[in-house]
Nanobody
Framework: VQLQASGGGFVQAGGSLRLSCAAS??????MPWFRQAPGKEREFVAA????????EYANSVKGRFTISRDDAKNTVYLQMNSLKPEDTAVYYC????????????????WGQGTQVTVSS
């Protein structure tokens, strides 16, 4: 499975962005988003299972971010509202045939990342 992330950009604090992650083929995989800020480790943001039977969010984004998927388009989305400067990072999508996990090593397939910059 190849993944292509897009939708990043520059936004002011309080603004919104929607990230997309398109898979190269139909997939029933669980698909998460992770992010990596400069000088920090990559961290879990949110994940969604096939048919949206289950979603999970990091505490830092609950109530502000929403993960969704369109299985007909093989695409997962991350709607990010009320953005904060601390949300600035490269956002990565991933995928694997498993239940939701929050660790990097639990996912074999990764997209290339898309930069999100939030100014104060």
């Amino acid at each position: 499975v190849q993944l292509q992330a897009s939708g990043g950009g520059f936004v002011q604090a309080g603004g919104s962005l929607r990230l997309s992650c398109a898979a190269s083929t139909f997939t029933t995989y669980t698909m998460p988003w992770f992010r990596q800020a400069p000088g920090k480790e990559r961290e879990f943001v949110a994940a969604i299972t096939w048919r949206t039977t289950y979603t999970e969010y990091a505490n830092s984004v609950k109530g502000r971010f929403t993960i969704s998927r369109d299985d007909a388009k093989n695409t997962v989305y991350l709607q990010m509202n009320s953005l904060k400067p601390e949300d600035t990072a490269v956002y990565y999508c991933a995928a694997d045939d498993r239940r939701v996990g929050v660790r990097l090593l639990e996912y074999r397939y990764w997209g290339q990342g898309t930069q999100v910059t939030v100014s104060s």
